[in-house]
């Protein structure tokens, strides 16, 4: 059974420090890895999409690595911004199948 | 493009009610939505996958016949929580494919008395 865990579980920092955020999980039998936010309330925005053929893909402040061998993504965040303040969610879509395997989020506060 | 709606936002109903909750694909077809259900600060657990025309596919320990999922069209699934109690009080977050990826709906907080 694919198990996905994010460490830290909640992270405060001052803004514009970079940030690492781990994602790891269990089986490494999977088609892509996705990077979410979600805020207080609200659904969830995508951030990154790592397909398992990619090694890592960034957009704008963020940048997403993947080693599906060793079942571990992090997300990289740049010159951090109270505005980047948010629950991160990663999630794995597994081989041969549409459902999504969330991890357990870390909670991200970003002060001025 | 790739926007999906839910309604209502947020829902208060008395024990033993039962409540729909609609999730919507406005710019796009889907033939396959998702049902999730996220309790406080916890991670998004998946309910079922909504197919178009056919019935649900439920998860491991989600009751069917508690939570009626109708996909009736390419662009519309409901849930329906039948016969609500307190401990399905919860935040319902809907998603709807579009090629390679979900597109989350904004949620429905439901509030069980």
């Known amino acids: 059974k694919q198990e996905v865990t994010q460490i830290p579980a909640a992270l405060s920092v001052p803004e514009g420090e970079n940030l690492v955020l781990n994602c790891s999980f269990t089986d490494s039998a999977i088609y892509n890895l996705q990077w979410f936010r979600q805020d207080p309330g609200k659904g969830l925005t995508s951030l990154l999409l790592i397909q398992s053929s990619q090694r890592e893909q960034t957009s704008g402040r963020l940048n997403a690595s993947l080693d599906k061998s060793s079942g571990r993504s992090t997300l990289y965040i740049a010159a951090s911004q109270p505005g980047d303040s948010a629950t991160y969610l990663c999630a794995v879509r597994l081989d041969n199948t549409d459902k999504l395997i969330f991890g357990t989020g870390t909670r991200l506060q970003v002060f001025p | 493009g790739a926007v999906v709606s839910q309604h209502p936002s947020w829902v208060i109903c008395k024990s033993g009610t039962s409540v729909k909750i609609e999730c919507r694909s406005l710019?796009?077809?889907?033939?396959?939505m998702f049902w999730y259900r996220q309790f406080p600060k916890q991670s998004l657990m998946l309910m079922a996958t909504?197919?178009?025309?056919?019935?649900?596919?439920?998860e491991q320990g989600v009751e069917k016949d508690k939570f009626l999922i109708n996909h009736a069209s390419l662009t519309l699934s409901t849930l329906t929580v039948t016969s609500a109690h307190p401990e399905d009080s919860s935040f319902y977050i809907c998603?709807?494919?579009?090629?390679?990826?979900?597109?989350f709906g904004p949620g429905t907080r439901l509030t069980v008395l």
């Open positions: 998603s709807a494919r579009n090629g390679r990826r979900q597109f």
């Open positions: 909504s197919n178009e025309g056919s019935k649900a596919t439920y």
């Open positions: 710019d796009f077809q889907a033939t396959t």
